[in-house]
């Protein structure tokens, strides 16, 4: 259901300069055997973890950055996922709200900036995030916990904006900054498969009130799988959109989540090129631009053929 890139299963290249990596970081490690395979093939159909999210694409209209886009080809095709006219028709239009939700590391700063500078909405400005808090998990949390910005919201007034990003770099993101999210570091990140192929265990702690803030996952794939995943069988309307959608289509992106909430953009859109958050990484547009649409294979720098046969799995 929710946009991912349509590319997610490539094959490693170069597949002996990966195996001889994976041999230098683990040789002192019982799974020097185990890192030395070869790299698995991608598989013939899209992994069960991306199943149930992936969509029919739905492209956005190629209208924005091109100052900085026009050297750059992503290797991401385009898609959004939405109920629109569903929101609209349940909710007035002086009670619209649209705010942002998503994973740790997956844009919502940026997407909130970007409707906040641009989306014209019949109430106040842009909210930071959905009630509920927007890294909480969505089956949970909507309801029964609110942010200390948010007491007394009605949930059912704010369009959620999804913000997906695709697995593997979300989980090199992961690495880098993990925010809530807490395992063992005794391997060289992002080595997410333990020896014999198990996933390396997650503990994330969500800010809450109540004993469910704290979650166990079987692995980095499995959160990303199980937070999406909850999602999927929602009962409410929701726009989904992948982050680098966002990142490369700053203008259509916004455009089109804030119109489905029912507000309007100016025609002299504002665009984001400064990093948006003084937390975590904190990199200006151009470079994180370069980053995901330059070489294709780095999504995969550093994985030993173990980490992608759990991410196929």
Known sequence: MVGVPARFHRAYKDDKRKDKQAEEELSSSKETQHSAEAAPPPPSTPSPILQPLAPTPSPIPDTSYSTLTS?????????SVDSCSDFRSRVAPEDRRVAVAGM????????QHLLNLNCKMPTKKTPFQVPWGKHNPVSSFRG??????????KPENYLPVLLVKDPATWINSMCKHS??????????????AKEGGEG?????????????GTVNYDSLVDLWSRWYGSWVSSDFPFIALRFEDVLYKQEAATKLACECAGGTVDEEFKYQDRAVKNHGGQEDAEKVMRKYGGDESQ????????DILLLNQ
């Open 71 to 79: 050297d750059i080809v992503p290797f991401y095709s385009s898609g």
């Open 104 to 111: 740790f590391n997956t844009g919502t700063n940026l997407m």
């Open 144 to 153: 029964h916990h609110f942010a200390k910005s948010s007491v007394g919201e």
């Open 179 to 192: 925010y809530a999210a807490n395992w063992p570091r005794k391997y060289k990140c992002p080595h997410i």
């Open 200 to 212: 390396v265990e997650v503990t994330v702690v969500y800010k809450s009130e109540y004993d469910f």
């Open 299 to 306: 999504r995969f720098a550093g994985w030993r053929p173990s």
